[in-house]
């Protein structure tokens, strides 16, 4: 079964700082994909970022970058420039390529920006 | 293009009564999914519809929890009788596969209702 696990149950940055979120995932499959989703207090997951596995380019989206070692099974979320609005719940999330199949998501990181 | 709506947004009802919840996807989206999540955890999928079949309901609670997707599109979870233990948020997503011209297995969430139960 697959399993995704995020290690850091909450982590605070300063407003305009760096952050990593950590994300480690088990699988025996070879194609899949991974996500990283926001979700503020109005409970609204939204995607932030997605990662195929069979792309060794780490996936950029303006701040959001990952950090994908496929071997390790690691994919960390890098968050640049921190703003305010980045305050939310993040979850890393997996998904196996064929098909429309099941999210698995891991616990959850609560990411703090103080000013 | 609109989201994917759930209604209602809150329920709080006794233990032992019934609930519904709503969900219309995405136009067009063929496949629909409902999530739970509890408190401080990530969602866990409870059944995935393709179309009007429900193709993974593996961990659906069946003694209590029932769903349907007449005719494909809209979707309504019931739990009866619900117990302490469901309280949580319902998540319904929504997608379209591949096959019809969705991107990379991209799962659209609605807002979620939050059940508490007294």
């Known amino acids: 079964a697959q399993t995704v696990t995020q290690s850091q149950p909450e982590m605070s940055v300063q407003e305009a700082e760096t952050v990593t979120l950590s994300c480690t995932y088990d699988t025996s499959e070879s194609d899949y994909y991974l996500f990283w989703y926001k979700q503020p207090p109005s409970r609204q997951m939204i995607l932030v970022i997605r990662q195929e596995a069979y792309k060794q380019q780490n996936a950029t989206e303006n701040r959001f970058s990952v950090n994908f070692q496929k071997a390790a099974k690691s994919f960390s979320l890098k968050i640049s420039d921190s703003q305010l609005g980045d305050a939310a719940m993040y979850f890393c999330?997996?998904?196996?390529?064929?098909?429309?199949?099941?999210?698995?998501f891991g616990q959850g990181t609560r990411l703090t920006i103080n000013p | 293009e609109a989201g994917v709506v759930q209604s209602p947004r809150y329920k709080i009802i006794e233990k032992k009564q019934p609930v519904a919840f709503w969900c219309n996807p995405i136009s067009g989206h063929n496949t629909l999914y409902w999530y739970l999540q509890n408190l401080g955890q990530g969602p866990e999928l409870l059944i995935r519809y393709e179309n009007e079949e429900a193709v993974d309901d593996s961990q659906l609670p069946k003694d209590r929890f029932s769903a349907e997707r007449l005719k494909g599109v809209d979707s309504t979870l019931k739990i009866q009788p619900a117990e302490l233990g469901d309280s949580a948020v319902y998540l319904c997503a929504s997608s379209l596969d591949r096959v019809h011209g969705g991107r990379r297995n991209e799962q659209f969430f609605g807002p979620g209702t939050r059940l508490t139960v007294l």
């Open positions: 999330a997996y998904t196996l390529i064929q098909g429309a199949q099941k999210l698995v």
